[in-house]
């Protein structure tokens, strides 16, 4: 993979042998700056990774180097070797232990595909219109908590204060959340053997689609190394195990944002990159567009309407994100001003929409979010097209089940 700018290493203390292997791999050339003068080497040598060494006189300016790199466009992944405290909020951790230096090119080469992704959607921004989404992707992330310990309530709460968190107790459970819906993020706490943990990181590994997702390990030591360039051990406090995990998480919800921006800027801006789903003008659009087809042609046209808490607008999201994964190809759906989520279903008569409606509020209702535990039940309302209906019609009948339906 190509990257523009060299890698800048930033340490008081002698190189480290692994750099070397960096050579090796094509990822160079390595420039070293010591902790004084780090924030002003960012500047001077425009690198496209810093690599940091958290040994020595680092704290007096680490605060300042952080900010420096938050300011960098595109992104500039900043990667901190063997922290022993808590992080600044950019800073992904990275233990050397075993002095293994692939599990470190694979940790550099996944952010600098983080890079490439923004470096791309800044280029094509302006041909498109699309506004990337405001404020820290990580306040839209999941995480996915697997736990089973006296840590597992308390984990919860420290990673629910800045995500949503979607809970697990086992293995079995974790595996049906990662099929359905969108994570960025996985904590493996206490409550397995290390039997178990190794399947687990093993299966995970073996999926191209898990491959590159956070995965923090709270509880065992990690014996084998797996091809899971994001994956750290964090033990300690729940708090301390949230901070030094956010890091990574908000790196790959950053990647998930940038993507969904990427396929908005493709249709031409009728996408809304925070939810994958329509914005809500092409919704119309193509709702009035369906229905006119529909009764011309014959055949079934139903709507669902999953309605939350308007206080809740997480759970809109959550939804809206969980749909644009599970809905079929022919399906299209928007996140409405109201605070619900509607999905029209092509082809389809009454009976099998309030089916797949029902399958996918159940997904929908295993969400919590935050400190108060905002459980996402969703009202529900299906209808189907009939022979006088318009698209105005069936819309406004859809919302009046649902009032009903909530009342």
């Known amino acids: 993979m190509s990257q523009a700018g060299p890698i800048l290493f930033v340490s008081d203390a002698e190189r480290p042998a692994f750099l070397a292997a960096l050579d090796e791999a094509r990822l160079f050339p390595v420039v070293d700056s010591d902790w004084a003068s780090a924030a002003r080497a960012v500047e001077q040598v425009q690198p496209a990774v810093v690599l940091a060494a958290m040994s020595g006189e ?6 300042a180097l952080a900010t420096k790199i938050a300011d960098q466009s595109p992104y500039l ?6 922290a022993t405290g808590t992080l600044p909020h950019n800073a992904l951790p990275f233990s050397s232990r075993s002095g293994n230096s692939d599990r470190l090119i694979a940790r550099l080469r996944a952010a600098l595909r983080v890079r490439t992704l923004h470096a791309t959607v800044m280029r094509r921004q302006p041909e498109a219109k699309v ?13 996915l908590l697997i736990g089973r310990g006296s840590a597992y309530p308390a984990l919860s709460v420290a990673l629910g204060e800045r995500v949503g968190v979607v809970g697990a107790l086992s293995i079995e459970a974790a595996a049906k959340h990662l099929n359905t819906r969108e994570i960025d993020g996985v904590v493996l706490a206490e409550g397995f053997t290390a039997r178990v943990t190794d399947a687990f990181l093993t299966v995970l590994a073996e999926d191209t689609r898990f491959r590159n997702l956070p995965v923090v390990v709270t509880a065992h030591q990690l014996a084998q190394s797996y091809d899971l360039p994001n994956l750290e051990l964090i033990p300690g ?26 396929r908005s800027i493709d249709a031409g801006g009728w996408l809304d990159p925070r939810s994958g789903l329509l914005t809500v003008e092409a919704f119309a659009r193509d709702f009035a567009k369906a229905v006119e087809q529909t009764l011309a042609r014959g055949g079934g046209l139903s709507v669902a309407r999953f309605a939350f808490d308007p206080g809740n607008s997480r759970a809109q999201l959550d939804a809206a994100r969980i749909l644009s994964r599970l ?29 797949i409606a029902r399958r996918l509020s159940a997904v929908m209702r295993h969400t ?3 400190k108060h535990e905002m459980r996402s039940d969703p009202v529900v309302s299906v209808d189907s097209l009939s022979p006088s209906d318009t698209a105005r019609s069936l819309l406004a009948r859809l919302s009046a089940d649902a009032s009903r339906a909530a009342s």
């Not at 680092?58 to 605060?63: D, F, K, N």
């Not at 506004?131 to 995480?143: H, S, Y």
């Not at 079929?328 to 092509?346: E, L, Y």
Request: overall charge negative.
């Open 58 to 63: 680092h704290e007096p300016h680490m605060a």
């Open 77 to 82: 992944p900043f990667v901190a070797l063997d």
């Open 131 to 143: 506004a990337l989404p405001e404020g820290d992707p990580v306040r839209d992330a999941t995480v």
């Open 237 to 262: 406090e729940p708090a301390k195990v949230a901070a030094n995990a956010l890091p990574l998480i908000r790196q790959r919800a950053m990647e998930g944002q940038m993507s969904r921006t990427l």
């Open 327 to 355: 809905m079929r190809q022919m399906d299209f759906g928007a996140a409405q001003k109201d605070g619900s989520v509607i999905v029209v279903f092509a082809e389809t008569d009454f009976r099998t929409a309030h089916m």
């Open 368 to 370: 919590s979010n935050g």
